[in-house]
T-cell receptor
């Protein structure tokens, strides 16, 4: 149980285009999903917390107009990188917090999406 | 600000050796998780510790949460090449508080 998927697994785009990344919880409902960014050989940095049916909460320094998050249902959250530039190239990982689990702080991670902006 | 410092940052050992990874903070955490991440993949949860002083074992891996819930350790006995990966600790500041703070990471390489 507690499987989280991401789509696409990798994407290459031209500078100035927008890219949408989907995060789905496959076998549980997730009221909260998180979006992280990870640079090579570094740890995960939280970008934003996504709550179903409400606006996302962004971490300090993360541009909300640049990284649009929509959590439309209990199993789907999307991250759209708008007007992508080469410095946005990174590994984007989502996670989902399961309802009703013993350890409510436990997050289950997706496999990640590698974005390369040319 | 990185609240969780892991040490060592990188460890290269031979198969069969033992090792310990440390995760330290000046802050108290309500719970702490350990993850392993392989290149190009998302982190995979290994364990969650909640109680100060708690010890959990997962086959050859032993996890301990400090008495004051500010630190944790991961000990691997008789490491195998399959243990190679990035080990991440992550703490939750308050019970039910949603955000996790990730450690700086420890990259482990186990050679045959």
């Amino acid at each position: 149980g507690a499987v989280v998927s991401q789509h696409p697994s990798w994407v290459i785009c031209k500078s100035g285009t927008s890219v949408k990344i989907e995060c789905r919880s496959l076998d549980f409902q997730a009221t909260t999903m998180f979006w992280y960014r990870q640079f090579p050989k570094q740890s995960l940095m939280l970008m934003a917390t996504s709550n179903e049916g409400s606006k996302a909460t962004y971490e300090q320094g993360v541009e909300k107009d640049k990284f649009l998050i929509n959590h439309a249902s209990l199993t789907l959250s999307t991250l759209t990188v708008t007007s992508a530039h080469p410095e946005d190239s990174s590994f984007y990982i989502c996670s989902a917090r399961s309802q009703g689990r013993r350890y409510t702080d436990t997050q289950y991670f997706g496999p990640g999406t590698r974005l390369t902006v040319l | 600000t990185q609240l969780l410092e892991q040490s060592p940052q990188f460890l290269s050992i031979q198969e069969g050796e033992n090792l310990t990874v440390y995760c330290n903070s000046s802050s108290v955490f309500s719970s702490l998780q350990w993850y392993r991440q392989e290149p190009g993949e998302g982190p995979v949860l290994l364990v969650t510790v909640v109680t100060g002083g708690e010890v959990k074992k997962l086959k050859r891996l032993t996890f301990q949460f400090g008495d004051a819930r500010k630190d944790s350790s991961l000990h691997i006995t008789a490491a195998q090449p399959g243990d190679t990966g990035l080990y991440l600790c992550a703490g939750a500041r308050h019970t039910g508080f949603q955000k996790l703070v990730f450690g700086t990471g420890t990259r482990l390489l186990v050679s045959p």
